[in-house]
Each structure stands twice: as C-alpha cells, then as structure tokens.
C-alpha cells in the first residue's frame, strides 16, 4: 500500500512565512530611493503647513494691522517690519514663539541654512532659516510638490527650511524649499 506524502499545515506556513520575508526585504532593497522622496515629500509638506501656521498666528497675534508690516517684537510694544533687512532677529524670535524650535542654533559649516542671518532647527530636525526685506532681484522659489521652480521678487523676505537638515540629498526642490514673504505672509505661485 502506498501512503501519499503532503504538506502539513505547519510546513505550509513556515515556507509562506520565510516567502513573505524574502518578499518584504527585496521590495525595500530595490526601491529605497523612491520611498526615501515620499518621505521627504511628506515631511516637507509637515514643515510647510507649520510655518504656514506660525505665519497666520504671527499675523494675527503680533500685527497692528494684519501684515507684515507692522509687527510687534515679542514681549515689547515696539514695532518693526518684516520688509527691513535688519529685522532677522526679531522675525526669528516671532517664528520660534510659534514653532517648536529647538534651542539648537543651526550654526555648524554643514548646516544648509547658513546663507540665512537667522536660522535655528524644528524639534522634526527640519532646519530653518530666515532673511527679512525684499532680495535685490528675482530669486527662484521652491514650494513641496511644485515640480520646478518660481521666479518672483518677494517684498518682504525669504524663509529657507530643509526637511531633514545637513542630511542628503540637500537639493532644491526635494529636501530644501525656499518661501517667498509678501506683506500678507508667505507668497503662493498663485496668489
């Protein structure tokens, strides 16, 4: 009499089992520069729905006259404007009241905000960095999920972030994105 040999319940699942990992580690070794851009994309996007945030709240709580024109330097009943050059400080000081800044100064030669008078970190490791008045020609803005850059001559400013700080790639565009400041708060390519 023959006996028929067959799987049994345990085999069958030990061999689907080491299939399933054998699977999960070939889809993560093979596309990691694509899940890498996801997350930076939603990182970035996090980043810029914070200042988006901070920057209603500034207009709101430190504004006579609901721009950025008029400001309030934190603590004082002192005014200034974001459109001046000289004010980094004090527009630092607002964004850091309404941001979760870190106390960490973004200062290091590889920090990507160094171009910038007034940078510091988010507590997501997200650096920033802040320059007040208006650049002296058109500068190319990047916005997450815009594909290419804007060129504009913001009014008032520019607010610099990178999604993960000194970390690669440090490209515009996929990590790094410059915001144009208007006097209404930062300028949208359709506004």
């Not at 049994?8 to 999960?24: K, R, W």
């Not at 970035?44 to 729905?49: E, G, I």
């Amino acid at each position: 009499m023959r006996i028929k040999k067959a799987f049994t319940m345990a085999e069958a699942i030990l061999v689907m089992t080491i299939l399933g990992i054998i699977a999960t580690i070939m889809i993560t070794t093979l596309k990691p520069a694509e899940y890498k851009d996801k997350g930076l994309a939603i990182l970035a996007k996090k980043v810029l729905s914070e200042i988006d945030t901070a920057t209603t709240q500034i207009l709101i709580n430190n504004s006579s006259g609901g721009t950025m024109s008029t400001l309030y330097v934190p603590g004082s009943s002192t005014t200034f404007s974001f459109a001046t050059s000289t004010q980094n400080a004090n527009a630092g000081k607002l964004y850091k009241k309404y941001l979760t800044a870190t106390r960490k100064a973004c200062n290091n030669s590889s920090c990507p905000c160094n171009a910038y008078n007034n940078k510091f970190f988010l507590k997501d490791g997200a650096c920033m960095g802040i320059n007040t008045g208006a650049p002296a020609s058109n500068v190319s803005t990047w916005f997450p999920g815009e594909t290419s850059a804007t060129s504009m001559k913001p009014s008032h400013g520019l607010i610099f972030f990178d999604t993960n700080g000194s970390d690669e790639p440090n490209v515009m565009g996929k990590d790094q994105f410059l915001l144009p400041v208007s006097t209404e708060g930062i300028q949208y390519a359709t506004d």
